[in-house]
T-cell receptor, first 111, second 115 residues
Framework: EDKVVQSPLSLVVHEGDTVTLNCSYE??????LLWYKQEKKAPTFLFML????IEKKSGRLSSILDKKELFSILNITATQTGDSAVYLCAVAPQRGGKLIFGQGTELSVKP | DAGVIQSPRHEVTEMGQEVTLRCKPISGHDYLFWYRQTMMRGLELLIY????????DSGMPEDRFSAKMPNASFSTLKIQPSEPRDSAVYFCASSRTSGSPDTQYFGPGTRLTVL
């Protein structure tokens, strides 16, 4: 059975800290891995990764994929209170079809 | 561009009533997905369509749930009869085959409460 596992499930840090969120997966026919941020509303798209070792970066957020070890990490540097959210990892096992979501990591950034 | 539009944003109903949730995908998107999110089970895919045709409905909980997509710009998810355990946030998402088909864009969700 395809599955995506995220760790930790929750994390509390202080502003300015750097955090690393983990996502491991076991799926057939891997196509891509996606990261979403969910505040108290709909998930919003952050990154899509398809190739190993190539870092995607957007401001203070970055992510990388390891297709050999079947995991991805999402790094957030110099965290701010606005980074507080649930971060969801999802894997696409086939083109344009369903995404398989992990359970999410709830990040809380304290001032 | 307008994003995915869902209505209503909140719905409170009594057990046994029929509930209809509505979704308008992003124009030009040919995939449409219905998800349900709860604290216990996280984000679950219920059903998805490609070019208005249902492709995979294996996530639909039971016969009380049904979904239709009569045209490229409209879809409904119906629950009849509703039960308290159906209380959740229901999201609609869409994506397109050209470009980045794996990237799904989510609507604001409908928060359903069944009393």
């Amino acid at each position: 059975e395809d599955k995506v596992v995220q760790s930790p499930l929750s994390l509390v840090v202080h502003e300015g800290d750097t955090v690393t969120l983990n996502c491991s997966y076991e799926v057939t026919n891997f196509r891509s891995l996606l990261w979403y941020k969910q505040e108290k509303k709909a998930p919003t798209f952050l990154f899509m990764l398809t190739s190993s070792g190539i870092e995607k970066k957007s401001g203070r957020l970055s992510s990388i994929l390891d297709k050999k070890e079947l995991f991805s990490i999402l790094n957030i540097t110099a965290t701010q209170t606005g980074d507080s959210a649930v971060y969801l990892c999802a894997v696409a096992p086939q083109r344009g079809g369903k995404l398989i979501f992990g359970q999410g990591t709830e990040l809380s950034v304290k001032p | 561009d307008a994003g995915v539009i869902q209505s209503p944003r909140h719905e409170v109903t009594e057990m046994g009533q029929e509930v209809t949730l509505r979704c308008k995908p992003i124009s030009g998107h040919d995939y449409l997905f219905w998800y349900r999110q709860t604290m216990m089970r996280g984000l679950e895919l219920l059903i998805y369509f490609n070019n208005n045709v249902p492709i995979d409905d294996s996530g639909m909980p039971e016969d009380r749930f049904s979904a239709k997509m009569p045209n490229a710009s409209f879809s409904t998810l119906k629950i009849q009869p509703s039960e308290p355990r159906d209380s959740a946030v229901y999201f609609c998402a869409s994506s397109r085959t050209s470009g980045s088909p794996d990237t799904q864009y989510f609507g604001p969700g409908t928060r359903l409460t069944v009393l």
